[in-house]
């Protein structure tokens, strides 16, 4: 590697991040201790571990929905502080409002997004100088945009229709254009297909695969299905629980573009067979 | 070898899990019609024993008892118009004040634990006790009415809006405050759409709160009304009055509820 040139560029970084929850009974959660993670721009990294691992609290930090005790999250070398529109969520219960269409639920989020232009002027010396003005989406972008995430995501035809009337792949697919709309640079997804069954979940796998082979962004994925973790990730974060920490990263060298089909490569079967163990043992070390 | 199937055994009905459905639309509707005729039916059998009738009208008498009352020096529209007129003010300024309060109940904590304890109070105390010191403050008037079913609405509908807003789906908050919504936002985009059916659901309880008031508005001193008409017959043990006054309250409700209904079909397409 030159020096100087470096391969990847660090997005998001974690650093020594401590979390405690106090629960009803008056006990203290150990919810994350210690926890450090660089995420690299476009990459796309997975989180397994038992549950009570901390990794929803994780990425509610990331969101800027949580608060931490100790330590440093930042992005761009910028600390987060509150959630905003450079991180879009993903949530298992789609999140849609039901009262819009599906094409005012992909839109809505717009309206807070200012995009830059730039503007010439050129004042009485002749000098020209570039300005970059932000401003909102006007009605047209707006359509225009949510056109082409709804035929991203093969929604096409649906614009019109109430999120009551689609079925559960169909509204992750909408939240899913909810998050490319926004242009958003990461998207951070808490067990987005939890809720399907295994074929709708397999198709939407194939789907966020190539929406994200095309169109690069940073995706951080939570989820408890080692299968579905192996399948997506550049690289896998196995978490351990109480308290939420860390245990083990497995960087999936296995080249992209993904399909169902990758599943039955030697390479997947042997990070599969790891991951599924070192989780499996973890959880099986739970008092329970 | 096994012994064949008999063609018996075959025809043998499976025993089919409880239905909790309502039915088939035309099976609704002839049990509605079979229901509405048989009450009818019923009610004029046993005011032929004359025991009965003596408390209660025969249909017979209550259709003539319509026929005097709306005739054109019968009170009976005037009563009607009256009613109608307590009830929509009174649940009007009940539904304009309801909606505020309850939302500032469902935003402000603080509000919420302030206003309460007071709305809880309240709610248990039938509003025909306050009829005395209505009286007394306001006097015989057209006030007295309106306050005691503005009451007796305001805090049904208080309680129904308020729980809307508390329980506004968080996860849409949250997802909107992804986007970078401001609390304000928040509150015009999210939480006023989000408890808008509960707004409905609000004005209809209010409705029949409103309603079933009515009577007891009508105690504090007033000629007309279908409930004062309710009283006065009573005195005269003109049970036939009594009755006409009861089923019109009970078909205005209907008639009022099936609006509103229709206002909360037409806004909340998307639920």
């Known amino acids: 590697m030159e020096v100087g040139v470096p391969m990847t560029e660090k997005l998001i970084t974690i650093k020594d991040v401590h979390k405690e929850y106090k629960v009803e009974n008056g006990d203290n959660v150990n919810a994350l201790n210690g926890v450090t ?4 721009k476009n990459e796309f990294v997975c989180v397994v571990g038992p549950s009570g691992c901390g990794k929803t609290t994780l990425l509610n930090i990331i969101a800027g929905l949580e608060t931490y005790d100790s330590g440093k999250v930042t992005m761009h070398g910028q600390p987060i502080v509150g959630p905003g529109p450079d991180r879009g969520v993903i949530f298992q219960q789609y999140a849609l409002f039901p009262w819009m269409t599906v094409r005012k639920n992909i839109e809505y989020g717009l309206k807070f997004i200012r995009k830059p232009r730039n503007v010439e002027s050129i004042d009485e ?5 570039v300005t970059t003005v932000l401003e909102r989406y006007d009605t047209k972008e707006k359509h225009d945009l949510a056109n082409r995430y709804i035929k991203m995501v093969n929604l096409t035809g649906f614009e019109n229709s109430f999120p009551k009337a689609l079925s559960g792949g169909m509204k992750q697919r909408v939240a899913i254009a909810r998050g490319y709309a926004l242009n958003s640079e990461v998207l951070l997804m808490d067990e987005p297909f939890g809720a399907l069954d295994a074929q709708t979940r397999a198709q939407l796998q194939e789907d966020l695969l190539k929406t994200w082979e095309t169109e690069k962004k940073t995706i951080f994925f939570i989820t408890h299905d080692v299968d579905e973790a192996v399948l997506l990730a550049t690289r896998v974060v196995i978490m351990s629980a109480r308290p939420g920490q860390i245990k083990e990263i497995v960087d999936i060298d296995l080249p992209y573009p993904r399909t169902q089909a990758t599943k039955l490569d030697p390479v997947f079967m042997k990070h599969k067979n790891y991951i599924w163990e070192t989780v499996y043992k973890m959880y099986l070390e739970i008092p329970k | 070898m096994p012994a064949p199937v008999q063609d018996s055994q075959l025809k043998k009905k499976a025993r089919k899990l409880k239905d909790f459905s309502d039915g088939t639309a035309r099976t609704r509707y002839i049990l509605m019609a079979i229901s509405i005729i048989g009450g009818f039916a019923l009610w004029f059998l ?5 025991t009965i009738n003596t408390f209660l009208a025969s249909p017979k008498q209550v259709w003539n008892a319509l026929l005097s009352e709306s005739a054109a020096n019968g009170r009976y529209f005037k009563d009607i118009s009256i009613s109608l007129q307590r009830v929509l003010i009174g649940f009007g300024l009940a539904f304009v004040c309801s909606i505020p309060v309850s939302f500032l109940m469902g935003w402000y904590p603080k509000v919420r634990n302030l206003v309460e304890p007071w709305i809880q109070f309240m709610r248990t105390i039938p509003p025909i006790a306050l009829i005395p010191l209505v009286i007394l403050a306001m006097g015989l008037g ?8 503005f009451v007796a609405a305001f805090l049904v509908m208080v309680v129904t809006i308020y729980q809307g807003v508390k329980e506004v789906d968080k996860t849409l908050v949250k997802a909107a405050y992804t986007f970078g919504a401001s609390d304000k936002d928040l509150f015009f985009d999210i939480v006023i759409p989000a408890s808008f059916p509960y707004i409905l659901v609000g004005a209809r309880l209010g409705m029949a709160a409103s309603l079933t008031t009515l009577i007891a508005a009508e105690l ?8 004062a008409r309710i009283q006065g017959a009573q005195q005269f043990m003109d049970t036939s009055i009594v009755l006409l006054g009861i089923i019109t309250i009970g078909i205005i409700g209907f008639v009022l509820d099936k609006i509103l209904l229709l206002i909360e079909k037409k806004l909340t397409t998307w639920k």
Do not use: V
């Not at chain 1, 993670?37 to 690299?40: C, K, V």
């Not at chain 1, 010396?125 to 100088?129: I, V």
């Not at chain 2, 046993?46 to 004359?50: F, R, V």
């Not at chain 2, 057209?142 to 079913?149: A, L, M, V």
């Open chain 2, 142 to 149: 057209e006030s007295p009415k309106y306050t005691i079913i």
């Open chain 2, 46 to 50: 046993i005011t032929l024993i004359p």
């Open chain 1, 125 to 129: 010396s002749g000098n020209k100088t």
């Open chain 1, 37 to 40: 993670l660089d995420i690299d």
């Open chain 2, 220 to 227: 504090t001193g007033t000629t007309f009304g279908l409930g």
